[in-house]
């Protein structure tokens, strides 16, 4: 049977109705998790020609040779029905060569590209749609590779590939919602509403800075920083690996975190500091200076090279879990109503240690951190209070907006995954440990401008709230207050007005004179103080459900029996309407709607949108804006 590029007219008018509903896998280079593990005469920089943006791949086969993507953690096809790129024939036009996919490793059968396209003329660029049933791809597949591939034993004249992506189906400008306030939910607790500060923040303790922080309302800060906390003397408020002195110490922190009546989270100095040490730190905080904090953490990220650590076993699991008991026993001594939690990653697989351990269920050997750092725990007796992930979705220079936008749905895996390993390892209390989420933001490491735009007020608002939803039973963002970075990834491709990355939800104003001003809010600041009125502690957490997928919906039900909604609209130039049907609750006649949007990020807006609508008790209908975050309530 040829597969012949047939297409419908409601494919071509909702698939392709918008660019961030299709998540790419090469676009500029290779995109969001996506790796280049090809083997043939390539150039994926290549400039000229160019379908779009500012990059093509340049592809010279020789025999049996392969443009080949490799996606390690793999993409889950759910909600996509074919793989979409563009051809350009070079100068010979009408290349051989064979489309594969693999999936979950194992290599499905190879389909010739002529099935999908008749021609491939010379000079110029064909759009080549192909289902991904006719590459032996189902519904809830796992994509881990895909092939561009010679397959007859012949060089190939240079060609040209660009703008490879899977195709969403059933897009549109329109949508309908439900939303059961009766169904099962999660409780929000002050933990889930986090916010990572900083000893490095100079302005934290200011009267500004409180100001901002107060408008938002976090119900956790975490202090104080990542890496840095393993080489920081909390004693001297200083760098114990370079030296130098910080701009906020322990009172400063507990003194704001006070003030917005949030919840603490310290992470100690496990890389160069003792568990004595680590006592005398909650001796400080919790005993002489009454600072309530509840949530203390072994380090930070512990098992990555990029981390200080002077033990002699650096970045060991055996090592760190010796120094764990150790610590617990010291810290629980001074106050044991603190909870002291473990670091480590949702897998069995990364970061391998010098000890390879069993799994108690699978009965297969892994030298992972966290598998060895559970059984050595385990076998310790140490039954840890908390479980702590960060997840960073992409590495730097392959940052995709589209990619981003649909990463949220991954939690289900990441969370549930999670809950199997501490099961597997730590017995039926595993069941019970809680997992936080300390850190989620974009991109790994080097912010760019994706950072800074809207987009990522979108993902911080999707994920927090599909985090919480799979299980995460605290979250905090990465993070208040960074720094600007000018040289980065800030591709033309990418949607935003700022050439700078920043992790921060508000400018740094460092380096001076790059970037906004000192304070300035940036999308995820208005995103985060959008999450923070939506809900509240007591608050049952909801999931809509949507018919168009680029329409994220969440809702709570209050205490007092009240709902609000949030909607995320991850459209990029498409405004949608929705019909809002309620169910277990009727809305007031009148519904107030605060929002935030790339259109107010373009005019630098620094304040919320609000507007009255009228419902009709069990339905309520809006159009929601392009690029925004809404929160309804009544």
């Known amino acids: 049977m040829r597969w012949y590029i047939v297409l419908l007219a409601g494919l071509m008018a909702g698939a392709n109705a918008d660019d961030f509903a299709h998540p790419a896998v090469y676009r500029d280079y290779p995109a969001g998790r996506w790796e280049d593990w090809s083997w043939a005469n390539r150039d994926m920089q290549n400039t000229n020609p160019v379908r779009t943006g500012q990059r093509s791949i340049r592809v010279d086969f020789y025999p049996w040779s392969s443009i080949f993507f490799k996606n390690p953690g793999g993409f889950v096809v759910d909600g996509f029905t074919h793989l979409e790129f563009w051809v350009h024939g070079g100068s010979a036009g009408n290349p051989r060569f064979h489309i594969r996919a693999e999936v979950d490793g194992v290599d499905r059968p190879l389909v010739p590209v002529s099935n999908f396209a008749s021609s491939l003329p010379a000079n110029q660029w064909t759009r080549v749609q192909v289902p991904l049933s006719a590459l032996g791809v189902n519904p809830g597949d796992r994509i881990t590779g895909i092939h561009f591939r010679e397959f007859s034993g012949q060089s190939v004249p240079t060609f040209y590939i660009d703008d490879i992506r899977f195709l969403r189906a059933n897009v549109s400008n329109r949508a309908t919602v439900t939303v059961n306030f009766n169904a099962t939910g999660r409780t929000i607790t002050q933990p889930m509403r986090g916010i990572n500060v900083a000893c490095w923040d100079w302005y934290l303790t200011t009267p500004e800075r409180r100001q901002l922080l107060r408008q938002v309302g976090f119900g956790m800060m975490r202090y104080p920083g990542g890496s840095i906390s393993n080489e920081y003397d909390w004693r001297n408020n200083s760098n114990r690996r370079y030296g130098g002195t910080y701009g906020t110490n322990t009172d400063g ?224 963002w990465w993070d208040l207050h960074n720094s600007t970075e000018v040289n980065n990834n800030n591709s033309p491709i990418l949607y935003g007005w700022r050439n700078w990355g920043d992790y921060g939800i508000v400018a740094s104003g460092y380096p001076s004179g790059v970037g906004d001003p000192l304070n300035t809010p940036y999308p995820t600041f208005f995103a985060a103080q959008l999450i923070m009125r939506f809900a509240k502690p007591g608050d049952i957490l909801v999931r809509g459900v949507s018919s168009n997928p680029m329409l994220a919906v969440y809702a709570v039900r209050t205490p007092n029996g009240k709902g609000r909604i949030m909607v995320v609209n991850k459209m990029r130039s498409t405004s949608v309407d929705a019909e809002i049907r309620l169910q277990g609750l009727r809305a007031g006649s009148q519904v107030t709607v605060r929002f935030y949007s790339a259109a107010q990020d373009s005019t630098r807006s620094e304040s919320l949108g609000v507007r009255t609508i009228s419902s009709r008790g069990d339905r309520i209908t809006y159009r929601f804006a392009p690029m925004s975050v809404s929160v309804l309530e009544w």
């Open 253 to 476: 922190f507990l003194s704001v975190a006070n003030e917005v009546g949030a919840e603490k989270n310290i992470t100690i100095n496990y890389g160069s500091g003792t568990p004595q040490e680590a006592a005398d730190w909650v001796q400080y905080a919790n005993i002489q200076r009454n600072g309530r904090v509840r949530y203390w953490t072994i380090g930070n990220e512990n098992y990555g090279s990029w981390e200080y650590d002077t033990h002699p076993h650096r970045h060991d699991a055996h090592t760190y879990a010796y120094f764990t008991q150790d610590a617990i026993t010291r810290m629980k001594g001074v106050d044991p109503t603190i909870k002291v939690g473990v670091v480590g990653v949702p897998n069995e697989h990364e970061f391998p240690q010098r000890f390879s351990v069993t799994n108690p269920r699978t009965g297969q050997s892994h030298n992972g951190w966290t598998p060895v750092l559970l059984n050595r725990l385990n076998s310790l007796g140490v039954m840890p209070d908390f479980f702590d992930i960060h997840i960073y979705p992409q590495l730097p220079g392959r940052e995709d907006d589209a990619f981003l936008l649909d990463d949220p749905r991954t939690w289900d895996e990441i969370i549930s995954r999670t809950r199997q390993i501490l099961r597997d390892y730590l017995g039926a209390t595993g069941d019970t440990v809680p997992i936080f989420v300390t850190e989620n933001n974009s991109v790994a490491y080097n912010p760019g401008k994706q950072t800074t735009s809207m987009v990522n007020a979108l993902y911080m608002a999707d994920s927090w709230a599909r985090a919480i939803l799979a299980g995460a039973d605290a979250y905090a």
